[in-house]
């Protein structure tokens, strides 16, 4: 089966610019996730999604972030204005329900803010 | 509050020796919990998990973990690397519907 995906690979930006990525998790799974993962840190909840309701977006700055995933399969993360701080990479993930079922990750995107 | 400790941030061993990567925790019941592999610029690999029952669980790639409920423990364990066993390990807890927290990793350098 496929994975899940995620565009692009890399982005490079200046500070205050936007910018967005996308994910499209493993078909049939009802729950999605985005992580940032600073370099030398683990990956830190963002946002998860339960189809295309938020379950926990506790973590998610969102006087910059927001993320939207509609009709419950794609999903796109977006930053605006974007801060030196939001180097990272943003990693995708998706599970068939729960959050104690196995996370399947996406290859990440990497972003670098100058 | 929850928290996850990876002790060791690099390791350096040599091919064919065996491994072993520390995970402490701070939860109150029982969580579940996961090892994650990350090759350079990739994402990240399950290599096993626990959930419940017995407390020594086998992994793909040859590893192994075992859950120790008494010292808040879920090490993960190889008895011989190979050099492509060089990657970021990442160990995850969760507990009931909450999200899970990472480790902060562990970067596994292979000497040949």
């Known amino acids: 089966e496929a994975g899940v995906a995620q565009s692009p690979r890399y982005k490079i930006i200046e500070k205050r610019q936007s910018v967005a990525f996308w994910c499209n998790p493993i078909?049939?799974?009802?729950?999605l996730y985005w992580y940032q993962q600073i370099l030398g840190q683990g990956p830190k909840l963002l946002i998860q999604?339960?189809?295309?309701?938020?379950?926990?977006d506790s973590q998610l700055p969102k006087d910059r972030f927001s993320a939207e995933r509609l009709k419950g399969v794609d999903s796109t993360l977006k930053i605006q204005p974007a801060k030196l701080e939001d180097s990272a990479v943003y990693l995708c993930?998706?599970?068939?329900?729960?959050?104690?079922?196995?996370?399947?990750f996406g290859p990440g995107t990497r972003l670098l803010v100058l | 509050a929850q928290s996850v400790t990876q002790p060791d941030i690099h390791i350096t061993v040599s091919e064919g020796a065996s491994l072993e990567l520390r995970c402490n925790y701070s939860?109150?019941?029982?969580?579940?919990l996961f090892w994650y592999v990350q090759s350079p610029g990739q994402g990240l690999q399950l290599l096993l998990k626990y959930f419940s029952g017995d407390t020594l669980v086998q992994g793909i790639k040859g590893f192994e973990a075992e859950f120790k409920r008494s010292q808040s423990s879920f090490n993960l364990r190889k008895p011989s690397v190979h050099w492509s066993d060089a990657a970021e390990y990442f160990c995850?807890?969760?507990?009931?519907?909450?999200?899970?927290?990472f480790g902060q990793g562990t970067r596994l350098t292979i000497n040949p």
């Open positions: 939860y109150g019941a029982t969580p579940y």
């Open positions: 995850a807890v969760g507990q009931g519907a909450q999200k899970l927290v």
């Open positions: 999604f339960q189809n295309n309701g938020v379950v926990d």
């Open positions: 993930a998706s599970s068939l329900r729960r959050v104690q079922e196995t996370q399947y």
């Open positions: 078909s049939g799974h009802a729950t």
